[in-house]
């Protein structure tokens, strides 16, 4: 601003003022120069700045003792001569033009940016966004990065391959093609869709491959995004070419892009579940994975010929089988049967880690699923899917879930069903268990009605190696339920990981407890299951002495058992099989029914079962197809000449049915020298009790002196004849209640054919 002081204060004030005028320069400040305050604050700055200046001047024209105006006129004439001065001059000009320029800059800069956003629409797509995904497979797929001038080159194998067996020679198929990517500088590429320009670039660098791998720490892009402009005023252009590319992604049914960090950071487009392997749920998608061979794009192979990892046996057993790779990440395209629609499934299996304690036992093993999709229906379609693939496959097979050391569900187990014709055994006792176990399960309703727990307890007692388990699993076979087996002789269950066991369990289910009189301490640990007089004492309920030498077989109490077979959580439709070689060391409270309503005993076996079992292991005229050297076939009149003769040399009810299978397989060729060499088979077998006998006699003896405190030196023979004496009655005929038992009237005992339905308990035809 140029100030003419004086020509305003001519024009205002009249005639140049005096010296000291100072009045008039207020005056005409005031009039002149200052602003209204009021209408805008930024004039009130500037009001204060020309006071400011009107106080300076004052001053120095009164300290130069010249009159106000003389002294202005004389400084403006100053700042003329330097105005005017060429250099400065010229430094005006530059300042000048250099304010047109960048004020035309500014305004281009404004007008580009207006026409473009009038003009242009723009998108932005994140990169570790499914839209990114959509976008630059689009992109890819039509090959719009080779438009560009720059590129970068991967080698890659163009598509997942499924597993092939190496060729001799290296063809071209077998190495990775190359594949052009955008480089990841911002470069951007312009190319043409549906008739409208469109460019697209990326905000930062980072490799992008719709599948690249976002493990790689910085290489992946994070925060990148891809720009896309098209040019065009429409928005819906922009509506089109997403639709567009998320048709063609999903329709191309390209693998998604792996998901590393779900569990750290949750997204809204995607589901996960977690399978835990304890639970049936962990089986059911297993199943599933291994028998669709739902992974195809699998490239990371655990190689195995266990048997545990033959899937559910459906393949031969030395057949080499390819699993995912542990803790790998495997994509799948799941089709749901009720919408029809796909959704992409990634799946990692984690086996878990070996127990250091167990090696049996993984620790945290499961399977993580991460769904493409927020739709929590698909998640509950393929759990339906897996859990009816698993029963189907189940009727061909039974599944035993065995525990871990330290009480927990660890291991499942399959074996193939074992029908119920191939077991032999008296009568219909299969035939009867099996009713009363269907009856039970279909009348839940009935229970509930009458206000019974709904379980359902089967005893079986009786020799080993009388088909007690054999029964079981054919049972469980033949009623399409799994078996939850808990040896109570396991050393590290005890009452509070029995209980948590149980309820662990399904509802319907058979829960299998072995060893059932290890519960609580036996009255003689030393029981010769092989000894026929211990067995037939058993049977009598006499009691070979009062000393219990060992501590107690198993951590489970007698009460921490009943408290489990009467839990609430045991009344789902749960049937308890418990087996014993030893009733009679059973508590009352333990077979009482409600707790064990059906108790069957198995007996060793009878001239018609031994018959029988000779019959089924030299199947006449029948060879048995890999059985190494078949026995060269015989007439069925022959083999029943045999199994007679067989039958009656072997004395009855002296042998278990598997004593006699082991015999018979040391002939399995030669079913006439079976025969022949049963009577020597006999006396074998006589001698190995006896020796047995003699063998635990001597050690019971030897745990008696260590416990009584008798060493060999302080042995006196007098004084442990005695205390033998007393405390081995076994030996002896008459018990040491003094009541003599050699000629005493066998206690009755019910032929094997007949089943005690627990006394005066309820039976299953009483439920009918
Ligand atoms: N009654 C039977 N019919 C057919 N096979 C039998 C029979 N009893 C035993 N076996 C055979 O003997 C073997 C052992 O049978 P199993 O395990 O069922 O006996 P167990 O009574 O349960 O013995 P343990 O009390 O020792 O558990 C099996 O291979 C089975 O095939």
């Known amino acids: 601003m140029v100030l003419d002081v004086d020509d305003l204060y001519r024009r205002d004030t009249g005639p140049i003022a005096p010296v000291g005028g100072i009045r008039q320069y207020r005056r005409l400040m005031s009039t002149h120069f200052l602003l209204p305050s009021t209408i805008h604050p930024q004039r009130v700055v500037m009001n204060s700045f020309l006071k400011r200046l009107y106080r300076l001047v004052t001053r120095l024209a009164l300290a130069s003792g010249q009159p106000g105006i003389h002294f202005l006129r004389s400084a403006i004439a100053f700042l003329r001569r330097i105005a005017t001065h060429p250099q400065v001059a010229e430094l005006f000009r530059f300042i000048f033009l250099g304010t047109i320029v960048e004020t035309g800059r500014q305004i281009a800069a404004k007008i580009a940016e207006f026409v473009t956003d009038f003009f242009v629409v723009k998108a932005e797509f994140p990169v570790r966004d499914f839209s990114y995904d959509w976008v630059v497979h689009y992109l890819e797929h039509h090959r719009i990065w080779n438009e560009s001038r720059s590129f970068k080159i991967v080698a890659r194998n163009a598509t997942s391959r499924p597993f092939q067996l190496p060729k001799k020679t290296i063809g071209s198929t077998d190495h990775p093609v190359p594949i052009y990517e955008a480089a990841t500088a911002q470069s951007s590429s312009l190319f043409r869709w549906r008739g409208y320009w469109m460019s ?320 609580f301490p036996s009255r003689d640990n030393f029981d010769d299951d092989e000894d026929e007089e211990n067995q037939k004492k058993d049977h009598h309920g006499a009691r070979r002495g009062g000393y219990s030498i060992m501590p107690p077989k198993s951590a489970v109490t007698l009460s921490g058992l009943l408290n489990v077979l009467d839990s609430v959580s045991s009344e789902e439709g749960r049937i308890t099989f418990a087996t014993t070689n030893h009733i009679a060391n059973l508590d009352a409270a333990l077979i009482r029914p409600g707790r064990m309503d059906v108790k069957i005993k198995y007996g060793l076996a009878t001239t018609e079962q031994i018959e029988r079992v000779f019959t089924v292991f030299f199947p006449a005229l029948n060879p048995v197809e890999g059985s190494g050297a078949p026995h060269p076939p015989i007439s069925s009149t022959d083999l029943a000449k045999y199994a007679a003769e067989f039958a009656a040399a072997i004395p009855t009810e002296t042998y278990s049915i598997a004593q006699i299978q082991g015999y018979l397989l040391t002939k399995k060729h030669d079913p006439a020298g079976a025969v022949q060499s049963a009577g020597d088979w006999l006396i074998d077998q006589q001698r190995e009790r006896e020796a047995l006998r003699e063998a635990k006699k001597q050690w019971r003896d030897e745990m008696m002196r260590w416990q009584l405190g008798f060493t060999p030196a302080s042995r006196d023979a007098e004084a442990w004849q005695a205390i033998v004496g007393e405390i081995e009655p076994a030996t002896n005929p008459t018990s040491t209640d003094g009541v003599d038992l050699s000629n005493a009237e066998p206690r009755k005992e019910e032929d094997i054919t007949d089943i005690l339905f627990g006394g005066s308990g309820t039976t299953a035809t009483d439920l009918g």
């Open 200 to 519: 697209v670039s990326k905000t930062t660098a980072g490799l992008t491959h719709y599948d690249s791998d976002g493990s790689g720490g910085g290489t992946s892009g994070e925060g990148g995004a891809l720009i896309l402009a098209v040019y065009t005023r429409r928005r819906d252009v922009l509506d089109e070419f997403v639709a567009a590319a998320r048709d063609f992604y999903i329709n191309t049914g390209v693998l998604p892009r792996k998901q590393y960090n779900v569990k750290m950071e949750p997204s809204d487009s995607l589901l996960t579940a977690y399978f835990e392997h304890s639970d049936l749920t962990h089986d059911w998608m297993l199943e599933y994975l291994r028998s669709f061979d739902v992974l195809t794009d699998v490239m990371d192979y655990h190689v195995s010929l266990k048997q545990s990892h033959l899937g559910w046996g459906t393949g031969p057993r030395d057949a080499v089988r390819f699993l995912p790779a542990p803790d790998s990440m495997q994509r799948f395209l799941f089709k749901s049967p009720r919408t029809g629609g796909s959704t992409w499934i990634q799946v990692v299996i984690h086996t878990g880690v070996e127990s250091w304690s167990d090696s049996s036992r993984m620790i945290g093993g499961s399977i993580y699923l991460t769904l493409h999709s927020s739709d929590k229906e698909v998640l509950v379609d393929l759990i339906n899917c897996a859990k009816q693939r698993y029963l189907e496959h189940g009727t061909s097979r039974v599944i035993v879930h065995l525990t871990s050391n330290n009480g927990q569900w660890a291991k499942t187990v399959t074996k193939s069903r074992r029908d119920l014709s191939t077991l032999i055994l008296p009568s219909d006792i299969k035939e009867t268990i099996l009713t009363d176990a269907q009856e039970f399960l279909a009348s839940e309703k009935w229970y509930n009605m009458a206000g019974i727990p709904h379980r359902r307890g089967y005893l079986l007692y009786g020799a080993p190696g009388t088909g007690k388990s054999s029964t079981i699993h054919a049972i469980a076979g033949e009623l399409g339920l799994e078996i939850y087996y808990v040896s109570l002789a396991n050393p590290g269950i005890d009452d509070y990981t029995l209980a948590r066991l149980i309820s662990d369990t399904p509802a319907r289910c058979i829960l299998l407890l072995e060893d059932i009189d290890c519960a």
